[in-house]
Nanobody, 118 residues
């Protein structure tokens, strides 16, 4: 099993910054992809950013230039630095890890609320 613990959410004014962290533990594949997804009320969960073990990143278009995903492989931790936040960034942010080797599969964190006030 894999456990993910997220932290760093909160309330911030538009234009402000937050940094999310997600620490993974348990049966973590040596080759994996970690990422952040978000879900606003009444909306489907959507990809925000992902990063592979090798450092390859992928971003949702609307966060490019504002958000930066990074990871510390030694700590199995992924970070999301969010700058220039907008009210439309308000959502519950979820961490996910995709194991590519045994045991394969997706594992999710419990979510952390990010609220951006205008």
């Amino acid at each position: 099993q894999v456990q993910l613990v997220e932290s760093g959410g909160g309330l911030v004014q538009a234009g402000g910054s937050l940094r999310l962290s997600c620490a993974a533990s348990g049966s973590i594949s040596s080759i994996n992809r970690m990422g952040w997804f978000r879900q606003a009320p009444g909306e489907q969960r959507e990809l925000v950013a992902t990063i592979t073990t090798g450092g390859r990143t992928n971003y949702k278009d609307s966060v490019k230039g504002r958000f930066t995903i990074s990871r510390d492989n030694a700590k199995n931790t992924v970070y999301l630095q969010m700058n220039s936040l907008k009210p439309e960034d308000t959502a519950v942010y979820y961490c996910r890890i995709t194991n590519f080797l045994t045991p394969p599969g997706d594992y999710w964190g419990q979510g952390t609320q990010v609220t951006v006030s205008s």
